[in-house]
């Protein structure tokens, strides 16, 4: 059997997931056999069409707009004007990234929680301006060295690794999320041996984790 690697595996593996998800047709695949399969779903997150078309069309004309907006830092919406400049998907939810102009600095707004959208009334924020969505960082990850040596071997196989070591390269406003994916935010960590993978050089990430904006 020819050794197809890691991406020729999801590559395969994706019409599978879609047809599972009643996403896909069977009929629509390159598959012409689809083996006994299951996907773990997870709560779909919903993204309002005029919302994205008019978020779409702020960031293609580098436009602002104003939104009614529900924040988890405040009880009720709030309305602001923002300018978007790209969206992001952190695995789970759809963001767009924005200059807030109620705050003055960039921030992730989630769609699901866009209530009202409409044109804005400021001129559009150049989007060279964000620095933590154009850094690109790499996240060196290793099997925890509290493993027993089987089971290190056995993680470095699940992810690839390297020498001992997976890097990830990731745009430094979401390295939030890929340390939340990957459950190695400092408020998710245990001491206990449940962590499979930590981070291979935690301190240099450090100052980078004092910047996440999500609004």
Not at 29 to 47: Q, Y
Not at 54 to 80: F, G, K, N
Not at 145 to 155: D, M, T, V
């Amino acid at each position: 059997i020819r050794d197809i690697g890691v991406t020729g595996v999801q590559t395969c593996a994706l019409p599978i997931c879609q047809v599972e998800a009643q996403m896909l047709a069977r009929e629509s695949t390159f598959l012409g056999w689809c083996p006994p399969a299951g996907v773990v779903r997870h709560p779909t997150r919903n993204v309002d069409t005029v919302v994205l078309r008019t978020v779409l069309q702020a960031i293609r004309r580098q436009e602002t707009v104003r939104i009614r907006y529900q924040s988890m830092t405040h009880p009720d919406p709030t309305e602001r004007d923002i300018s978007p400049h790209a969206i992001a998907f952190d695995g789970v939810r759809w963001h767009t990234r924005a200059f807030c102009f109620q705050h003055q600095d960039f921030r992730d707004f989630v769609f699901a929680r866009i209530l009202e959208i409409g044109l804005g009334k400021s001129p559009g924020v150049a989007a060279q301006r964000d620095t933590g969505w154009f850094n690109m960082l790499e996240v060196a990850i290793a099997a925890n060295p509290e493993l027993s040596l089987g089971q290190r071997r056995a993680i470095e196989l699940d992810y690839g690794m390297e020498n001992g070591i997976l890097r990830i390269q990731t745009r430094e406003a979401l390295l939030f999320y890929l340390l939340q994916q990957l459950a190695l935010l400092p408020s998710l960590q245990s001491e206990s041996h449940a962590n499979q993978i930590v981070l291979a050089d935690p301190k240099s990430l450090e100052p980078f984790m004092r910047n996440v904006r999500l609004a």
